[in-house]
């Protein structure tokens, strides 16, 4: 008998496996394919809503979670994914100058956003008004960690890649049988498809839909993450990351030329060099209603589970979201309100 069945394969799905794995617990991780959110993803973690400036859910306490986290990862499959990289904010005006200040000053936020304007001036990028540091912040090679973790569950045979049916899963009291396979516990974390999940379709997953271009271009110059409306992501060798889209309609996984050109008009305001495009992606993000993670048991199931609604932060919030459901299923420890699937019981 295995201790668990994942059903994703996606951060979410990874992030529940690894904890389990540390915690010498055996499952079986059911999924697709590798295409997911996460597969599509720009991989930025950044403790802050840069738009509203702003703290979004237990930042500080996520932050200093996933760096360990990750590092432990990277040792154990001779792997680099975690880049630390600064991310500026590029100002538009004297008052999104003067909003930073003030939001510098307050004290929830003075530990992730530097107070001071920087000057710095990046060739092929137009920055009047200068930047603003938010600290904290880095990038996921998104790409790097599932092809190499997928691989180490291939290894381990604990990954089998195959559609999940519902209807051959059996719920006994103390155990679950799906298939050949009887399990303690089956944990549901494969994103948006949970819309089609019979056990947690009450949830309110409403899905944003996002794309990403991948460019090329060896004049701009750029070390840091610039977050200016949309982000750039430097990736070494004179490319880099532009996005994101934000599309609440269109619920599948289908690149759009509407997409590409809202990109490339915002990407032309704001860089003064030539670029050529390489991708361009696009992925639904398993987004709640209040923008929060999902976790916890079934209501009439104690052994059926979700992890779930990462939204676009599922790389800072996999990880500690996993650690807490494992802590809730194993040692009985509560889930925080705020992230409990019972939130939208009876909705």
């Not at 997953?205 to 460019?215: A, S, Y």
């Not at 977050?227 to 990351?241: C, E, H, R, T």
């Not at 599922?314 to 996993?322: K, S």
Request: charged share 20%; aromatic share 10%; with cysteine.
């Amino acid at each position: 008998m295995k201790d668990y069945i994942i059903v994703g394969g996606g951060i979410a799905a990874i992030s529940l496996a690894e904890v389990l794995y540390r915690q010498g617990k055996t499952f079986m991780l059911f999924c697709q394919s590798m295409q997911n959110a996460t597969s599509v993803a720009g991989g930025i973690y950044n403790p802050v809503i840069v738009k509203r400036l702003s703290l979004p859910y237990n930042a500080l306490e996520h932050v200093k979670f996933i760096g360990p986290f990750y590092s432990e990862i990277e040792s154990r499959l001779t792997i680099k994914v975690d880049f630390p990289t600064p991310l500026l904010r590029r100002f538009a005006s004297v008052e999104e100058q003067n909003n930073w200040f003030e939001a510098a000053d307050k004290p929830e936020l003075s530990e992730f956003i530097s107070p001071k304007v920087l000057r710095t001036s990046y060739e092929g990028l137009d920055a009047p008004y200068g930047y603003g540091e938010v600290l904290h912040t880095g990038f996921i090679d998104t790409n790097q960690l599932l092809e190499s973790y997928h691989k180490w569950l291939q290894e381990i045979q604990a990954v089998a890649y195959e559609n999940f049916d519902y209807s051959h899963l059996n719920i006994n009291n103390n155990h679950v049988i799906y298939k050949e396979i009887e399990a303690k516990h089956v944990v549901f974390a494969e994103g948006f498809g949970i819309r089609n999940n019979p056990y947690f379709n009450f949830v309110p997953l409403e899905g944003t839909k996002g794309e990403l271009l991948t460019i090329h271009s060896p004049d701009l110059k750029l070390e840091s993450i610039v977050n200016a409306g949309i982000f750039i992501l430097p990736l070494g060798n004179d490319i880099y990351k532009v996005g994101a889209t934000y599309e609440w309609t269109d619920k599948t996984n289908n690149p759009t030329e509407a997409a590409r050109v809202e990109l490339e008009e915002k990407l032309q305001e704001i860089i003064t060099c030539d670029y050529d495009v390489v991708t361009h992606v696009a992925g639904v993000r398993p987004t709640t209603k209040d923008r929060k993670p999902v976790i916890g048991t079934h209501a009439e199931h104690s052994n059926i589970h979700i992890l779930n609604g990462l939204g676009t932060r599922g790389l800072m919030l996999g990880p500690p979201m996993a650690q807490q459901l494992y802590d809730y299923i194993e040692n009985g420890t509560a889930i925080e309100r705020a992230v409990d699937v019972n939130r939208f019981a009876g909705n």
